[in-house]
């Protein structure tokens, strides 16, 4: 088959590493970088340091709104399916290359299939969750990466060639662990030890954008009286320095900005972690798959698993929830099986090797 597999963020650098050289076992693929993230930090580490192969096509679309940044994806990409005429759009994850990808291929009959298909965060606000289900909506063949995902698309209606795989990021997080342990310094360099620090991420929107919920979130770092390490996004940077906020949180005692890592620090400074604190997404399960609690700074989570096995406690930017959290939540059980065994590239390919032999008999 002719694989057309379209990536434009951090995240989807993350799925798409070990799916790609496991595609690439037994067919032609074509990989399309929309440029979501496009500076050294949000991008180009990742590509040096997974080892993933250079772009067929790298759109360097960058930043813009919503709306520009994805009608910009999709008259790039179109160009680019209309050239390669592949049998399959590959697309991963929510964000705005998803759904660019999404849609210029169904527009072309070009089959689609979404990897991370189904979890939901039941809010039309959160920008990802549009994109997701539009994709869903679009698919062909829609990898879940667990049950309750699944669940959710049969609820919209969603059944045929839908397949539970686990996730893919598991596979990445298992796989280049043991690189991080043997590879990255970051401990060192920042002389940390293990357990001794909280990890902090803050990028959602809604956390952002808002002066009061980011306002908020800075006011209680300040003052849980625990050391944090915070690698902070561009657009956080931005929204800190247009509020006034930037300069509390570099001269504050207890918290270390740095500039956002690489797969592989960040898998160290997450597995070394007393506790995350976080409104990632993908950090949530990173956590989870470092069986360290996270505390998410958000009301709703993709991720809602995390939750009810109690490894995971949603308290938004509420003050008096994220320091009680800091302080006493402990998981309380076992952690269950429920992003899979490590092998979802294998059942992915698997699967459409499988729907190609349907298709042409």
């Known amino acids: 088959m002719k694989i057309a597999s379209i990536v434009g963020t951090r995240p989807n650098f993350v799925k798409a590493v070990l799916l790609s050289k496991e595609i690439r076992r037994k067919n032609k693929e074509i990989l399309i970088h929309a440029g979501q993230h496009y500076d050294y930090q949000m991008n180009k580490i990742f590509f040096d340091e997974l080892a993933i192969p250079e772009p067929n096509y790298h759109l360097g679309v960058g930043s813009g709104t919503h709306a520009y940044q994805t009608g910009e994806m999709m008259k790039k990409i179109e160009k680019v399916l209309m050239k390669e005429r592949p049998d399959l759009a590959l697309v991963y994850g929510d964000c705005n290359s998803t759904l660019a990808g999404a849609l210029a291929a169904v527009k072309l009959h070009c089959l689609i299939a979404h990897v991370e298909a189904g979890p939901r965060f039941f809010d039309k606000s959160v920008p990802e969750e549009v994109n997701r289900v539009l994709t869903d909506h679009v698919s062909t063949l829609l990898f879940a990466p667990t049950q309750i995902a699944v669940d959710n698309l049969k ?121 995350v604190l976080t409104d990632s997404g993908g950090l949530q399960k990173e956590a989870y798959f470092s069986k360290v609690p996270c505390i998410t700074l958000d009301e709703a989570t993709g991720w809602p698993e995390t939750v009810e096995v109690e490894w995971n406690i949603l308290v938004g930017t509420n003050k008096r929830k994220i320091i009680e959290a800091v302080k006493q939540f402990e998981p309380k059980g076992k952690q269950k099986n429920i992003f899979g065994s490590g092998r979802a590239r294998e059942k992915i390919t698997s699967i459409i090797s499988r729907f190609e032999l349907e298709k042409n008999t």
């Open 155 to 275: 609820r919209e209606g969603i059944e045929q060639g839908v397949y539970l795989t686990g996730d893919v990021m598991l596979d990445s997080f298992l796989h280049f662990s043991k690189v991080a342990e043997r590879s990255s310094k970051i401990l060192d360099r920042l002389g940390l030890s293990k357990g001794e620090y909280l990890l902090a991420t803050v990028h959602r929107a809604r956390n952002t954008d808002i002066k009061e919920n980011l306002g908020n979130l800075v006011s209680v770092f300040l003052d849980i009286g625990e050391k944090i390490i915070f690698p902070i996004h561009p657009r956080t940077e931005k929204h800190l320095k247009q509020f006034g906020l930037f300069n509390k949180l570099k001269n504050a005692p207890n918290i270390k900005l740095i500039p956002p890592v690489g797969y592989l620090d960040s898998i160290s400074l997450t597995k070394n972690a007393k506790k």
